[in-house]
């Protein structure tokens, strides 16, 4: 199970940082990522990590502004996000993919997902 927490309502330019608490099962071995679905719009990747934190992967319009980074004895796995803008409006969501897939184009089908924190971005 994927928990998600740390949504709200900010404004532009502001930050925010989402966690990702997974239970039930180790995790320390899957690549786990996050991603949003706005309003009207088909869910996107934001980013991933692989399972030591040593390699990230990020969709172009948030890098430089996203970090994503795991903390695996606590099996949680963060979202820092910095400079938000409207368009980063959406429902975040967290998930687990154990065949390892970090990259956009190979994380299509993730495993686990969690139920979404909303991330509210006023202008």
């Known amino acids: 199970q994927l928990v998600e927490s740390g949504g709200g309502l900010v404004q532009a330019g502001d930050s925010l940082k989402l966690s990702c608490v997974a239970t039930?099962?180790?995790?320390?071995?899957?690549?786990m990522g996050w991603f949003r679905q706005a309003p009207g719009k088909e869910r996107e990747f934001v980013a991933a990590?692989?399972?030591?934190?040593?390699?990230?992967s990020y969709k172009d319009s948030v890098k430089g502004r996203f970090t994503i980074s795991r903390d695996n004895p606590k099996n949680t796995v963060y979202l820092q996000m910095n400079t938000l803008k409207p368009e980063d409006t959406a429902l975040y969501y967290c998930?687990?993919?154990?065949?390892?897939?970090?990259?956009?184009?190979?994380?299509?089908?993730?495993?686990?997902w969690g139920q979404g924190t909303q991330v509210t971005v006023s202008s």
């Open positions: 990590i692989n399972w030591s934190g040593q390699s990230t």
């Open positions: 039930g099962r180790a995790f320390a071995s899957y690549a």
């Open positions: 998930v687990a993919d154990k065949s390892g897939n970090l990259y956009e184009a190979e994380l299509t089908a993730p495993d686990y």
